[in-house]
């Protein structure tokens, strides 16, 4: 029995001897297994940071207490600051660089969202975690920089936060350029706004994407109601009836020159314009867009119209002083021995009155048709202009007395003397006196103001007659223009072409203020040298 005991002793010290064994090679399998795992860790890890560490973009990580986990070498040249010096350091330290203040930053909102801190940039966007925003730091640079960023948080295994990361972008050249673009956009639409003719811009597919506020002017409607509408919906052009010129315009046809035609305008029916339309190809000649500028010539046409009314109406009327003047001659020349004195008298003063309507008619023609092809020659001298201006109140002061009108001049000092066409200035000045005289009640007072600043003379005509009209103003200087009011007298709208053609021909300046009801005043201002 005690052998048999000890046999069996003997088998289970065995057995356990055996299974210990495969105990602590499992043991030791596992350990060298889980060695290699922390060393893959450590590797990948190290990978990790070196990937960071070498990224173009400055990047830095913090943990959940804000401490500085990561700051790449980008990020070192970007801020300045050397990793070693900024590493652990927590309580928004990172912010230092680029504020000069403790402040929170996009990675602070990437761990914990604070509304208060988000108003401190211009906008964020949010992608799931991530959030991207563009600020502009002043004291980033001697010239301040615009960065562009993006921070996203960090996740464990088991979603908790564990920290944030942030990269940062300098993005000043772009948005250096794009403020540029945004500023010379803005200076073309407000050019193309300003310009005094309509301009129409379409696609490829000839549709409007583009009207200027005089282009609204004269259709009549806003740049919106056209949005989208082909050219010929848009304008009505009586062009398209026969040919589009800008289909036509590939094949190289002459009918993208300036074409007359008429366009449909709201509230005005069809109006008269002159059309010219240009092509926007790409490099490789495709076309791309289309512009097409037209100008209201609705006046030009009306001017057109007068002028030639004018032009008739001038002829026959130089036509009658010439045939009283020729008749009165025949009847001094023929009946001389049986007129009296008094009646030769009479005739020659007739004689006299219908030539210097003549003289003066013709006269402004010719000024007026000199300058308009450079061939106005005037004969300078020395002007005393104190006395021309004083025998000028002296001769129209009887003239207005008889009207009922005050005539006042106003010299407070004296004039200088200028180098001048006296003849042709003294007729300016009658000129605007007789304006002047048609255009005033009787109980107003006209004044005759000069006076002298350091480079120019300058003399108004101020009256307190019927005024101008708002849309007349621009075109009292224009040969042959004559307003629409009723009251305008009898003329031909030569005197007023006249005036501007003699004073820019001494190098001087004329316009006119004027308000309807209240009277205008002439300005005249003749170089002193």
Request: charge should be negative; proline fraction near 5%.
């Amino acid at each position: 029995m005690r052998g048999d005991k000890k046999d069996e002793y003997r088998t289970v010290h065995d057995r356990v001897t055996d299974t210990s064994a495969e105990k602590t090679e499992e043991l030791e399998a596992r350990i060298h297994r889980l060695e290699q795992v922390e060393t893959a860790l450590r590797d990948s890890e190290t990978r990790l940071l070196d990937i960071i560490d070498f990224l173009p973009d400055p990047t830095f990580a913090v943990n959940p207490r804000g401490e500085v986990i990561i700051w790449n070498r980008a990020m070192e040249d970007f801020s300045g600051v050397p990793a070693h010096l900024i590493v652990g350091k927590g309580d928004h330290e990172y912010a230092l660089p680029f504020w000069g203040r403790r402040r929170p930053v996009l990675v602070d909102l990437a761990i914990a969202w604070s509304d208060e801190a988000a108003l401190r940039y211009p906008y964020i966007s949010r992608n799931g975690f991530t959030l991207t925003t563009e600020v502009y730091i002043p004291s980033l640079g001697p010239e301040g920089t615009y960065v562009w960023a993006k921070a996203s948080p960090l996740f464990d295994s088991k979603g908790n936060v564990v920290g944030a990361i942030e990269s940062i972008r300098d993005i000043t050249p772009q948005k250096k350029l794009e403020i540029e673009l945004r500023e010379s956009a803005e200076k073309y639409q407000t050019v193309l706004h300003s310009l005094p003719v309509g301009v129409l811009t379409l696609d490829a597919d000839l549709r409007v994407t583009g009207l200027n506020a005089e282009g609204e002017r004269i259709t009549g409607v806003t740049v919106e109601e056209l949005l989208g509408q082909t050219c010929d919906q848009a304008l009505g052009a009586g062009i398209c009836e026969s040919g589009c010129p800008i289909r036509y315009a590939p094949e190289g046809h002459e009918r993208l020159r300036p074409i007359e035609t008429t366009v449909h305008s709201k509230g005005r029916g069809r109006i008269p314009v002159r059309l010219s339309t240009a092509r926007l190809v790409n490099a490789s000649g495709e076309l791309i867009g289309v512009v097409e500028v037209f100008q209201d010539i609705s006046r030009l046409r009306t001017l057109e119209r007068e002028r030639a009314n004018m032009v008739s109406m001038f002829a026959h009327d130089m036509k009658s002083p010439l045939v009283g003047i020729q008749g009165f001659a025949v009847r001094l020349v023929t009946r001389y021995d049986e007129l009296s004195p008094e009646q030769r008298r009479q005739y020659l003063e007739i004689i006299r009155r219908e030539s210097a309507k003549l003289e003066a008619l013709i006269n402004d023609f010719l000024d007026f048709s000199r300058l308009q092809i450079g061939s106005l020659r005037l004969n300078f001298g020395v002007a005393d202009l104190h006395k021309e201006f004083v025998e000028l109140v002296e001769t129209y002061h009887p003239r207005f007395l008889d009207s009922g009108i005050d005539l006042e001049l106003r010299n407070p000092k004296p004039l200088p003397t200028i180098k001048a066409d006296v003849n042709r200035l003294r007729r300016v000045f009658n000129n605007l006196l007789d304006n002047a005289l048609k255009y005033s009640p009787p109980g107003t007072r006209v004044v005759l103001e000069a006076l002298e600043t350091e480079k120019e003379v300058v003399v108004r005509v101020a009256d307190q007659g019927v005024g101008i009209a708002p849309e007349d103003l621009n075109y009292v200087f224009d040969m042959f223009y004559r307003g629409d009011a009723p009251e305008t007298p009898e003329g031909y709208g030569l005197g007023l072409a006249g005036v501007e053609a003699v004073v820019r021909g001494h190098g001087g300046r004329v316009f006119v203020s004027s308000e309807t009801g209240v009277g205008s005043v002439f300005t005249v201002m003749l170089p002193k040298g």
